[in-house]
């Protein structure tokens, strides 16, 4: 069995699945956030009553992250209204993004957009607090209500989106019907050359196989290049796995995976049991293919989908209006730094925002000094518009007052995951995805730039 099949197996009580078995599987964690939370809330209490609790009060996580800083009352209501589920239910991980559990979230709109605006519980982009709050464990099941839900196959589990529907079902009983996906393999040898990112990597591999060539299918990442990758780079590889229609991305188990695991569960106090999946010798794979990362160059998906692939040094001549850093892929510590190592001592050409993806990410940036500054000063004295409002922003549009979001057509390049038309706002702006370091190149030429060139 492949390592999504063994997984899965096991979840569902089983010596053995194939792929096409239709299976009930344990959920270990479902994680909703602010934007599906309050449908699947709906669904759970037409379904099961209005006076149901949850099948474990303890396996929900509940991350407000979408919609939060802006002036809109109905995304701000959407934050109360899990607020009082939270209550009702007693559920114990609530990333709230105020302190009181009796209040409501508004948005002060007249103080600037840059000034943080969260209490001591708000944890920021879903998918980058989970792990950070020790939510992600070896081996096991997480459902959310997010398509990027797939990226905490980095740790070696089972992570893929589920809609509304079935998180009700799965609140009020832990258990989903799924067909066991099929799995491709991608066996990653070599070494990325100085420039190029993980991005880069899943880039290419969606640009060879279509925005849809994975679809319904696990894709599974391992070989020597993946070992040799940071948990950073794996999260980054396996949250785009939907870009390509993927059930889920997965990685292999090691002692960088469990390093970051138990030590995030430690600090939070989550729990520490976990039993990682293993290689088996006779995985049958729908595909297979071996990625040499040391031949991958800076990569960049153009406007409509994330499949549209090209080398950024093919498209020097392609003027931008605008650049973005943050979201789940690229608003992490490690994509800021690396962003930042380009753009160090020089200053923006265009437009161009910093959304990091949590409060622990802002702050790691204002305490990392180089050369006596801090990564956040340097930033900011290049241009760069940083917000301490971590969040999804504009990663995917939201209402007109987003932070970043594009309310007129223009060209944007950026170091999230999704490009397809309206995306980041506006319907006819055009999003160019890459990675931090080719976001960073690109801000200081106001042109799609290798960073090879500007390094
Ligand atoms: S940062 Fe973007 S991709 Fe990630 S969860 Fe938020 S909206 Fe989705």
Known sequence: MTLTEKLLARASG????????????????????DVCGPGTIGVFKREFGADAKVWDAERVVIIPDHYI???????????????????????????DVIDDPNGTWVFDATKSSLERQYGSNYAGVCHTALPQKGHTRPGEVLFGTDSHTCMAGAFNQFATGIGNTDAGFVLGTGKLLIKVPETMHFRLIGALQPGVMA???????????????ATYRAMQFDGEGASNLSMDDRMTIANMAIEAGGKNGIFEF??????????????????TDYEPVEKD???????????????????????????????????????????????????????????????????????????????????????????????????????????????????????????????TPMKCISATNRNFPGRMGHKESQVFLASPMTVAASALTGYVTDPRDVL
């Open 199 to 213: 991005k880069d990597i899943i880039l290419h591999i969606i640009g060879e196989i279509g925005f849809d060539g």
């Open 69 to 95: 800083f802006t002036a809109d009352s109905k995304s701000n209501r959407n934050v109360d209204i899990l607020r009082e589920f939270v209550r009702e239910q007693g559920i114990k991980y609530f990333y």
């Open 14 to 33: 089983k010596s053995a699945v194939s792929a096409g078995d239709n299976i009930w599987v344990k959920t270990d964690t479902l994680m909703t956030h």
């Open 254 to 271: 090691d002692e960088k995976t469990r390093e970051f695991v138990d030590h995030r569960c430690r600090m939070n106090g989550t729990r």
């Open 281 to 407: 010798s006779d995985e049958k794979f729908v595909y297979d293919s071996i990625v040499d990362l040391s031949k991958l160059e800076p990569t960049v998906a153009c406007h409509p989908d994330p499949g549209n692939r090209k080398l950024a040094r093919e498209m020097r001549d392609l003027k931008l209006d605008r650049a973005y850093i943050g979201s789940c892929t690229g608003g992490k510590t490690s994509d800021f730094l690396d962003f930042a190592r380009v753009i160090k001592g020089r200053t923006v050409k265009i437009d161009t925002f910093g959304v990091p993806a949590t409060p622990e990410i802002v702050q790691d940036l204002k305490t990392e000094k180089w050369d006596d500054q801090s990564v956040w000063d340097i930033l900011v004295n290049a241009g760069v518009k940083l917000t301490e409002n971590a969040g999804c922003a504009a990663c995917l549009g939201g209402p007109v007052d987003t932070f970043g979001r594009m309310n």
